[in-house]
Nanobody, 125 residues
Framework: QVQLVESGGGLVQAGGSLRLSCAAS????????MYWFRQAPGKEREFVAS????????YYAESVKGRFTISRDNGKNTLYLQMNSLKPEDTAVYYC??????????????????WGKGTLVTVSS
């Protein structure tokens, strides 16, 4: 089992920045690919970014490429999402997720093994 707890969400003006964290506990964090998804009101949960177990590879949704950076610290069992140049359309609940096995970058939400409960990001215009 892997327990995931997100933090760092909040209210920010358009153009601002936030850094989300996801603290992991339990087994095998260091061997799993890690993912950020988000879900805006009335919309489906969508992929945002992912990182391989050793941080050697990352993958981003087109909508956030160049603005968001995913990273991880395996020594601290923590995943991060640095979000810059935020836009109102980035408003959503952000979830971290973990998946074992091979890392393919872009993954469907149904393929995740474990989920956190989410943290709300609100970007005002």
């Amino acid at each position: 089992q892997v327990q995931l707890v997100e933090s760092g969400g909040g209210l920010v003006q358009a153009g601002g920045s936030l850094r989300l964290s996801c603290a992991a506990s339990g087994r095998a964090f260091n061997s799993r690919g890690m993912y950020w998804f988000r879900q805006a009101p009335g919309k489906e949960r969508e992929f945002v970014a992912s990182i391989s177990w050793n941080a050697g590879r990352t993958y981003y949704a087109e909508s956030v490429k160049g603005r968001f950076t995913i990273s991880r610290d395996n020594g601290k069992n923590t995943l991060y999402l640095q979000m810059n140049s935020l836009k109102p359309e980035d408003t959503a609940v952000y979830y971290c997720a973990a998946k074992g096995g091979a890392y393919y970058g872009l993954e469907a939400r149904d393929n995740m093994d474990f989920w956190g409960k989410g943290t709300l990001v609100t970007v005002s215009s």
